[in-house]
């Protein structure tokens, strides 16, 4: 803001919107954040167009308009032969959103309602929760990884592979040490515990960059 002032051009430049937008997001104004970033897409090149439809998609999520948001995924999807493992769990979560036709966009509350899932060894409901956590705040990493746990629990291998892909672009390093401290807070090493470790081990550690 003090930018403009000193050179009322800059909201000429689609950055500034998008810089402000993405303030907007982090700090909660969704609605306004969408409108940042529909403006920051009208003044933009094409290149940097097609991105910022998943940032709109972000803030349409996190006002609960799930099929406005597949509507900007599918244009990403559409202009994009190939999509990052981050993106692509986005857009299945957003499916499953859909499909439960879920009715409350609150980060927290489904983190909770996964560890409450959890406890009660209710592991698919977790997993879905955990992903809706993640989904509406993609900051949260452990939510991320309790999700790949569940997805473990319930032997859900093709969500393991996807929430890897995300993990593994999101926080590699991060990630596999989260993984692998539940892992080992288990009181009793059994197989299933071993099978864990084994997987994490493929999955990470070719990718990893600051592990001892």
């Given at each position: ?20 937008a993405g303030i907007l997001y982090i700090t909660r104004h969704y609605q306004k954040a969408e ?178």
């Amino acid at each position: 803001m003090e930018a403009i002032k000193l050179e009322p051009r800059y909201r000429e430049q689609y950055y500034w919107w998008q810089e402000v937008a993405g303030i907007l997001y982090i700090t909660r104004h969704y609605q306004k954040a969408e409108l940042f970033y529909k403006k920051a897409r009208l003044l933009s090149s094409e290149y940097c167009r097609n991105d910022i439809a998943i940032l709109i998609s972000d803030c349409l999520i996190c006002q609960g308009k799930i099929e406005e948001a597949q509507k900007e995924e599918y244009q990403y999807i559409n202009n994009n032969d190939k999509l990052s493992g981050f993106i692509n769990l986005k857009t299945i979560v957003t499916e499953i959103m859909k499909e439960q036709r879920i009715q409350k966009f609150d980060a927290i509350d489904w983190f909770n309602k996964g560890i409450w899932a959890t406890n009660n060894n209710n592991h698919i409901k977790a997993m879905h929760c955990f992903l809706f956590a993640w989904r509406l705040y993609d900051g949260d990493t452990e939510a991320l990884v309790n999700a790949f746990i569940e997805a473990f629990n319930c032997m859900d291998y093709a969500k393991m592979t996807v929430i890897t892909w995300a993990i593994r672009e999101q926080a590699p390093d991060e990630g596999y040490r989260i993984l692998l401290s539940n892992v080992l807070s288990h009181s009793e090493i059994n197989e299933n515990t071993e099978k864990m470790i084994g997987i994490l081990e493929k999955l990470f550690i070719p990718n990893k960059t600051s592990l001892p």
